[in-house]
Protein backbone atom coordinates (compact mmCIF):
# COMPACT_ATOMS: atom_id res chain seq x y z
CA UNK A 1 0.00 0.00 0.00
CA UNK A 2 1.28 3.33 -0.88
CA UNK A 3 1.94 6.23 1.91
CA UNK A 4 -0.76 8.09 0.08
CA UNK A 5 -3.62 4.99 0.89
CA UNK A 6 -5.82 4.16 3.26
CA UNK A 7 -8.04 2.30 1.01
CA UNK A 8 -7.18 -0.10 -0.92
CA UNK A 9 -9.07 -3.25 -3.09
CA UNK A 10 -6.26 -5.81 -4.87
CA UNK A 11 -7.66 -8.09 -7.33
CA UNK A 12 -11.37 -7.99 -6.60
CA UNK A 13 -13.45 -10.14 -8.23
CA UNK A 14 -17.50 -10.03 -7.12
CA UNK A 15 -20.20 -11.25 -8.72
CA UNK A 16 -24.52 -12.05 -8.55
CA UNK A 17 -24.86 -15.82 -9.07
CA UNK A 18 -22.74 -16.69 -12.21
CA UNK A 19 -23.23 -13.10 -13.69
CA UNK A 20 -19.38 -11.67 -12.61
CA UNK A 21 -19.70 -7.42 -11.83
CA UNK A 22 -16.00 -6.75 -11.24
CA UNK A 23 -13.19 -9.70 -12.60
CA UNK A 24 -9.81 -8.20 -11.18
CA UNK A 25 -10.03 -4.93 -9.92
CA UNK A 26 -6.98 -2.97 -8.43
CA UNK A 27 -7.70 0.41 -7.03
CA UNK A 28 -6.09 2.65 -4.32
CA UNK A 29 -8.05 5.67 -2.22
CA UNK A 30 -5.45 8.10 -2.42
CA UNK A 31 -5.67 9.76 1.09
CA UNK A 32 -6.68 13.42 1.14
CA UNK A 33 -8.89 14.16 -2.04
CA UNK A 34 -11.94 13.13 -3.35
CA UNK A 35 -12.13 10.17 -5.87
CA UNK A 36 -15.35 10.14 -8.59
CA UNK A 37 -16.77 6.78 -10.12
CA UNK A 38 -18.05 7.16 -13.43
CA UNK A 39 -19.26 5.16 -15.82
CA UNK A 40 -22.22 3.60 -17.90
CA UNK A 41 -24.92 1.38 -15.64
CA UNK A 42 -24.19 -1.73 -14.69
CA UNK A 43 -20.40 -1.36 -14.96
CA UNK A 44 -19.73 -2.18 -11.50
CA UNK A 45 -19.59 1.38 -9.46
CA UNK A 46 -21.86 0.62 -6.68
CA UNK A 47 -20.76 -2.63 -6.22
CA UNK A 48 -17.33 -1.56 -6.06
CA UNK A 49 -17.88 0.54 -3.22
CA UNK A 50 -20.60 -1.95 -1.36
CA UNK A 51 -17.35 -3.71 -1.32
CA UNK A 52 -14.74 -0.77 -0.10
CA UNK A 53 -17.65 -0.70 2.49
CA UNK A 54 -17.27 -3.95 3.55
CA UNK A 55 -20.77 -4.52 2.81
CA UNK A 56 -19.85 -7.26 -0.17
CA UNK A 57 -17.67 -10.31 0.68
CA UNK A 58 -15.44 -10.83 -2.73
CA UNK A 59 -14.79 -13.84 -4.31
CA UNK A 60 -11.70 -13.35 -5.01
CA UNK A 61 -9.28 -10.37 -4.07
CA UNK A 62 -8.97 -8.40 -0.81
CA UNK A 63 -9.98 -4.90 0.30
CA UNK A 64 -7.36 -3.21 3.16
CA UNK A 65 -8.33 -0.72 5.32
CA UNK A 66 -5.27 0.99 7.14
CA UNK A 67 -3.42 -1.79 5.92
CA UNK A 68 -6.10 -4.68 7.59
CA UNK A 69 -7.75 -7.21 5.71
CA UNK A 70 -11.30 -4.65 5.97
CA UNK A 71 -13.58 -8.16 6.58
CA UNK A 72 -10.97 -9.18 9.35
CA UNK A 73 -11.46 -5.43 11.13
CA UNK A 74 -13.96 -5.32 13.59
CA UNK A 75 -17.38 -4.33 12.31
CA UNK A 76 -17.16 -1.10 15.38
CA UNK A 77 -13.74 -0.50 14.41
CA UNK A 78 -14.69 -0.13 10.72
CA UNK A 79 -17.44 2.24 11.31
CA UNK A 80 -14.85 4.44 13.30
CA UNK A 81 -12.66 4.88 10.37
CA UNK A 82 -14.99 4.78 7.12
CA UNK A 83 -18.85 6.02 6.05
CA UNK A 84 -20.99 5.14 3.69
CA UNK A 85 -24.06 6.72 2.88
CA UNK A 86 -26.20 4.25 0.32
CA UNK A 87 -28.18 5.11 -2.76
CA UNK A 88 -31.08 6.31 -2.45
CA UNK A 89 -31.00 5.54 1.82
CA UNK A 90 -34.52 5.47 3.86
CA UNK A 91 -34.92 6.65 7.42
CA UNK A 92 -37.58 4.67 9.33
CA UNK A 93 -41.06 6.91 9.45
CA UNK A 94 -41.42 9.64 11.86
CA UNK A 95 -37.20 9.71 12.81
CA UNK A 96 -36.69 13.66 12.96
CA UNK A 97 -33.64 14.45 11.77
CA UNK A 98 -31.72 15.02 15.50
CA UNK A 99 -31.95 11.41 15.43
CA UNK A 100 -30.77 10.43 12.59
CA UNK A 101 -27.56 12.13 13.59
CA UNK A 102 -27.50 10.58 16.35
CA UNK A 103 -27.27 7.37 14.87
CA UNK A 104 -23.86 8.26 13.61
CA UNK A 105 -22.45 8.21 16.98
CA UNK A 106 -23.53 4.79 17.74
CA UNK A 107 -19.80 3.18 16.93
CA UNK A 108 -18.56 5.35 19.40
CA UNK A 109 -21.05 4.02 22.22
CA UNK A 110 -19.94 0.67 24.49
CA UNK A 111 -21.06 -0.46 27.58
CA UNK A 112 -18.48 1.07 29.32
CA UNK A 113 -18.96 4.54 27.52
CA UNK A 114 -22.45 5.31 26.87
CA UNK A 115 -24.26 8.97 25.56
CA UNK A 116 -22.81 11.67 27.16
CA UNK A 117 -21.66 15.32 26.47
CA UNK A 118 -19.45 15.14 24.16
CA UNK A 119 -22.07 13.51 21.69
CA UNK A 120 -24.12 16.20 21.95
CA UNK A 121 -21.70 18.60 20.88
CA UNK A 122 -20.47 16.63 17.70
CA UNK A 123 -24.32 16.04 16.72
CA UNK A 124 -24.75 20.10 17.38
CA UNK A 125 -21.84 20.60 15.25
CA UNK A 126 -22.74 18.08 12.11
CA UNK A 127 -26.01 20.08 12.07
CA UNK A 128 -25.21 23.44 12.47
CA UNK A 129 -22.60 22.70 9.55
CA UNK A 130 -24.45 20.96 7.39
CA UNK A 131 -26.97 23.63 7.42
CA UNK A 132 -29.66 21.55 9.74
CA UNK A 133 -29.72 22.65 12.76
CA UNK A 134 -33.29 24.84 12.22
CA UNK A 135 -34.52 21.18 10.96
CA UNK A 136 -33.42 18.86 13.74
CA UNK A 137 -36.94 18.37 14.75
CA UNK A 138 -38.35 18.01 11.46
CA UNK A 139 -39.04 13.93 10.44
CA UNK A 140 -36.84 13.22 7.87
CA UNK A 141 -39.43 12.03 5.32
CA UNK A 142 -40.82 15.46 5.50
CA UNK A 143 -37.58 16.90 4.23
CA UNK A 144 -36.91 17.65 0.41
CA UNK A 145 -34.87 16.08 -1.91
CA UNK A 146 -31.64 17.72 -1.27
CA UNK A 147 -32.65 18.30 2.74
CA UNK A 148 -32.47 14.79 3.69
CA UNK A 149 -29.32 14.55 1.70
CA UNK A 150 -27.70 16.54 3.78
CA UNK A 151 -29.38 15.22 6.61
CA UNK A 152 -27.44 11.64 5.68
CA UNK A 153 -24.34 13.52 5.38
CA UNK A 154 -24.67 15.18 8.70
CA UNK A 155 -25.03 11.85 10.46
CA UNK A 156 -21.92 10.71 8.56
CA UNK A 157 -19.95 13.42 9.85
CA UNK A 158 -21.41 13.11 13.45
CA UNK A 159 -19.92 9.76 12.84
CA UNK A 160 -16.59 11.11 13.09
CA UNK A 161 -14.49 9.23 10.22
CA UNK A 162 -12.71 10.65 7.74
CA UNK A 163 -13.12 8.47 4.92
CA UNK A 164 -16.79 8.90 3.37
CA UNK A 165 -18.02 6.67 0.29
CA UNK A 166 -21.49 8.11 -1.21
CA UNK A 167 -23.28 6.31 -3.60
CA UNK A 168 -24.71 8.09 -5.73
CA UNK A 169 -25.42 11.18 -3.64
CA UNK A 170 -26.91 14.12 -6.30
CA UNK A 171 -29.48 11.18 -7.72
CA UNK A 172 -33.60 11.86 -8.14
CA UNK A 173 -31.85 15.75 -7.07
CA UNK A 174 -32.46 19.09 -9.27
CA UNK A 175 -29.53 20.76 -10.62
CA UNK A 176 -29.55 23.06 -7.82
CA UNK A 177 -30.24 20.38 -5.25
CA UNK A 178 -27.01 18.46 -7.07
CA UNK A 179 -25.30 21.68 -6.35
CA UNK A 180 -25.62 21.87 -3.08
CA UNK A 181 -24.76 18.52 -1.97
CA UNK A 182 -21.40 18.83 -4.15
CA UNK A 183 -20.48 21.40 -2.62
CA UNK A 184 -21.20 20.26 0.54
CA UNK A 185 -19.33 17.32 -0.40
CA UNK A 186 -16.45 20.30 -1.18
CA UNK A 187 -16.32 21.61 1.64
CA UNK A 188 -16.24 18.51 3.49
CA UNK A 189 -12.47 17.68 1.82
CA UNK A 190 -11.24 21.44 2.28
CA UNK A 191 -12.69 22.18 6.02
CA UNK A 192 -12.58 18.95 7.47
CA UNK A 193 -9.75 16.69 5.78
CA UNK A 194 -12.14 14.02 4.48
CA UNK A 195 -11.05 11.53 1.87
CA UNK A 196 -14.12 11.41 -0.04
CA UNK A 197 -15.21 7.73 -2.96
CA UNK A 198 -18.78 8.70 -4.58
CA UNK A 199 -20.20 7.51 -7.52
CA UNK A 200 -21.61 10.27 -10.17
CA UNK A 201 -23.50 9.66 -13.44
CA UNK A 202 -23.40 13.31 -14.23
CA UNK A 203 -19.44 13.29 -15.81
CA UNK A 204 -19.38 16.73 -15.80
CA UNK A 205 -20.29 17.42 -12.24
CA UNK A 206 -17.49 14.71 -11.30
CA UNK A 207 -15.04 16.82 -13.63
CA UNK A 208 -15.82 19.49 -11.46
CA UNK A 209 -15.69 18.36 -7.88
CA UNK A 210 -13.05 15.33 -8.04
CA UNK A 211 -9.64 15.56 -8.04
CA UNK A 212 -9.18 11.87 -9.22
CA UNK A 213 -11.33 10.51 -11.80
CA UNK A 214 -11.86 6.54 -11.94
CA UNK A 215 -13.78 5.75 -15.35
CA UNK A 216 -14.85 1.91 -15.08
CA UNK A 217 -16.18 -0.37 -17.68
CA UNK A 218 -17.51 -4.26 -18.00
CA UNK A 219 -16.11 -4.40 -14.24
CA UNK A 220 -13.03 -3.05 -14.88
CA UNK A 221 -10.79 0.16 -14.59
CA UNK A 222 -10.27 1.17 -17.80
CA UNK A 223 -8.53 5.12 -16.67
CA UNK A 224 -7.94 6.86 -13.81
CA UNK A 225 -6.29 10.29 -13.08
CA UNK A 226 -7.15 13.90 -13.14
CA UNK A 227 -9.72 14.92 -14.77
CA UNK A 228 -7.79 17.17 -16.71
CA UNK A 229 -5.65 14.36 -17.89
CA UNK A 230 -7.39 11.24 -18.74
CA UNK A 231 -11.16 12.62 -19.55
CA UNK A 232 -10.85 12.69 -23.60
CA UNK A 233 -13.48 12.22 -26.53
CA UNK A 234 -11.68 8.65 -26.90
CA UNK A 235 -11.85 7.91 -23.37
CA UNK A 236 -15.76 9.32 -23.46
CA UNK A 237 -16.69 7.23 -26.47
CA UNK A 238 -14.38 4.06 -25.18
CA UNK A 239 -16.51 3.94 -21.97
CA UNK A 240 -19.90 5.44 -22.81
CA UNK A 241 -20.29 4.63 -26.06
CA UNK A 242 -20.72 8.92 -26.75
CA UNK A 243 -19.17 10.95 -29.54
CA UNK A 244 -18.32 14.27 -27.88
CA UNK A 245 -16.12 17.19 -27.79
CA UNK A 246 -13.92 17.71 -24.35
CA UNK A 247 -13.44 21.68 -23.95
CA UNK A 248 -12.58 23.40 -21.04
CA UNK A 249 -15.53 24.82 -18.60
CA UNK A 250 -15.40 28.27 -18.83
CA UNK A 251 -16.65 29.03 -15.19
CA UNK A 252 -14.54 26.05 -13.49
CA UNK A 253 -11.45 25.96 -15.45
CA UNK A 254 -12.28 21.87 -15.42
CA UNK A 255 -13.01 19.35 -18.73
CA UNK A 256 -16.41 19.87 -20.03
CA UNK A 257 -18.32 17.20 -22.39
CA UNK A 258 -20.12 17.90 -24.60
CA UNK A 259 -21.82 15.16 -26.51
CA UNK A 260 -22.45 14.88 -30.26
CA UNK A 261 -24.11 11.83 -30.49
CA UNK A 262 -25.19 8.64 -28.56
CA UNK A 263 -24.75 4.91 -29.59
CA UNK A 264 -28.00 4.69 -31.50
CA UNK A 265 -27.52 7.71 -33.75
CA UNK A 266 -23.94 6.53 -34.41
CA UNK A 267 -25.47 3.19 -35.54
CA UNK A 268 -28.10 4.98 -37.71
CA UNK A 269 -25.19 7.31 -39.31
CA UNK A 270 -23.14 3.97 -39.87
CA UNK A 271 -26.41 2.18 -41.47
CA UNK A 272 -27.49 5.54 -43.89
CA UNK A 273 -23.79 5.58 -44.83
CA UNK A 274 -23.26 1.85 -45.66
CA UNK A 275 -27.16 2.70 -47.87
CA UNK A 276 -25.71 5.74 -49.30
CA UNK A 277 -25.10 5.33 -53.23
CA UNK A 278 -21.14 5.39 -54.18
CA UNK A 279 -19.92 7.83 -56.45
CA UNK A 280 -17.36 6.37 -58.95
Request: overall charge negative; hydrophobic content about 45%.
Amino acid sequence: MTDSSRLRAQGLRLAYGDVPVLDGLDLDVTDGEITAIVGPNGCGKSTLLRALSRLLRPQAGQVLLDGRLIHQTPTRQVARALGLLPQSPVAPEGLTVADLVMRGRQPHQAWFRQWGADDEDVVAEALEWTGMLDLADRPVDTLSGGQRQRAWISMALAQGTDLLLLDEPTTFLDLAHQLDVLDLVGRLHRERGRTVVMVLHDLNLAARYAHRLVAMRDGRIVASGPPAEILTPELVEDVFGVRALVVTDPAAGTPLVVPLAGPAAQAAERGAEQLSPKVH
